[in-house]
């Protein structure tokens, strides 16, 4: 269990026991989620965007045929072209 202060600014110091396991680092942003039952969640929120984007594109590489980086590239290619 790790406890934190708030200032009287309303400010935080994240344990480092924390900020390794969110692998934060100065200048991050953290994410508060409420859960269901009320519980407050912290989040590293670039880790969660990472990680909704990567969820938004799943199934998208079979969709379009990729095989590889070169098909990306490929593609970028033929999108830049048509421009």
Do not use: C, W
Not at 3 to 29: C, F, M
Request: charge should be positive; proline fraction near 1%.
């Amino acid at each position: 269990m790790n406890l934190a202060k708030i200032s009287a600014n309303g400010q935080i110091t994240v344990p480092i026991e924390i900020r390794k396991k969110l692998s934060l680092k100065s200048g991050d942003k953290i994410l508060f989620i409420q859960n269901k039952d009320g519980e407050i969640v912290i989040s590293n929120a670039s880790s969660m965007a990472i990680q909704r984007a990567q969820d938004a594109f799943k199934g998208a590489q079979d969709k379009l045929g990729v095989k590889n980086e070169y098909d990306v590239q490929e593609m970028i290619d033929q999108i830049r072209y048509k421009r």
